[in-house]
């Protein structure tokens, strides 16, 4: 699979979760067929102080061709990303990374769970997965209802949503884990979010016996396997997460 470098136009901007989403036009080659779920973008951010671009997972592929991406705006450089506007150009490296395992799911049942911006790559899981004609239960959890506000308006109609608060001030309140739909039989389990999440969702699934699909959030700086900061510890020894990653079945990764 061939990375580039490209620009991408915004053209439109809105926020889901308390995040920003930007949909962006591919300028130039417009064709976005090699887009995975599970992929990464690395993006550019003029702004002051701010050397490297940043891991950015793919929110959504459009039928239409365009590229959503879900931005939280918490240090110099998504700020900064944030602060764009409609008809801004953005600079993407893409597709990076490897994706999510979406094969002989048709007529069968899979799992998304998600927490945070860790929501922003299940979006375009579902697509697929309700595409390759598999049925799909989601759980989101949050710490409030400002963490789910519009997350439901993202996902493909077919997808059945679940949500959990850690307050209870939307949907079940208590962990995501412990929503009732989690303890159904499923095919394929898939997880992204906060790691004490994504432990938690690998442990039921290994004492389940279902297979498990975590979509990892280590430090990236570099995207390309150079920078050896995103290295995770497998069965197969320290490997980087930017170019063996970012998903991994829970089998390799050396959890407790």
């Keep these: 699979m061939s990375k580039r470098i490209q620009d991408f136009k915004i053209v439109n901007k809105a926020s889901a979760g308390g995040n920003c989403l930007l949909t962006l036009l591919p300028l130039g080659t417009p064709d976005l067929h090699d887009i995975t779920p599970g992929q990464f973008v690395q993006v550019q951010a003029l702004a002051p102080e701010v050397l490297l671009r940043r891991p950015i997972s793919v929110c959504d592929v459009t039928p239409d061709g365009h590229l959503i991406l879900m931005v939280k705006p918490i240090g ?43 929501v ?7 697509r ?9 239960d989601i759980c989101i959890g949050g710490r409030s209802a400002a963490d789910i506000a519009g997350i439901d308006s993202l996902f493909v109609p077919d997808a059945h949503l679940h949500f ?7 949907g079940h309140h208590g962990l995501v ?31 389940r016996g279902t297979d498990c699909f975590v979509s990892l959030e280590n430090m990236m700086a570099c995207g390309l396997g150079a920078c050896l900061c995103c290295i995770e510890k497998t069965v197969r020894g320290n490997i980087c997460v930017c170019t063996e990653g970012p998903v991994f079945n829970i089998n390799q990764l050396l959890w407790n």
Excluded at 120 to 126: C, D, G, I, R, S
């Design 120 to 126: 922003a790559p299940l979006v375009f899981l579902a």
């Design 128 to 136: 697929a997965l309700t595409a390759a004609g598999a049925s799909v």
């Design 76 to 118: 110099n450089a998504t700020r900064h990303i944030d602060s764009l506007a409609v008809g801004d150009t953005l600079n993407l490296v893409l597709p990076l990374g490897n994706g999510f395992d979406t094969s002989d799911m048709q007529g069968r049942r899979a799992l998304l769970v998600g927490g945070g911006v860790g």
């Design 177 to 207: 884990t412990s929503l009732n739909a989690f303890s159904a039989d499923y095919h394929r389990i898939y997880c992204c979010g906060p790691t004490p999440m994504m432990k938690a969702v690998a442990a039921s699934a290994r004492n």
């Design 164 to 170: 959990a608060t850690d307050d209870g001030s939307a």
